[in-house]
């Protein structure tokens, strides 16, 4: 749930700067798309990893 969090979190911000200096709605919108996406979509591989690698350690003990 707090990746969830730190992704709408991030791609709104960057929507808004992105709103601010072109006054683009659709371009905004295309940048919290994309952005959001693609924080979701590291946080998660992350965190995916970071779960194996504890399953790892505790194979190994």
């Not at 911000?13 to 601010?20: D, E, G, Q, R």
């Not at 996406?37 to 399953?55: G, K, N, P, Y």
Request: zero cysteines; proline letters at 0%; a negative charge.
């Amino acid at each position: 749930m707090v990746y969830l969090v730190v992704s709408i979190i991030s791609a709104m911000a960057i929507a808004l700067s992105v709103y601010v200096e072109t006054s683009s709605f659709w371009l905004a919108f295309a940048a919290y798309s994309l952005t959001g996406t693609l924080v979701l979509s590291s946080v998660l591989v992350s965190a995916f990893f970071a779960i194996r690698a504890e399953d790892e350690d505790a194979a190994n003990v």
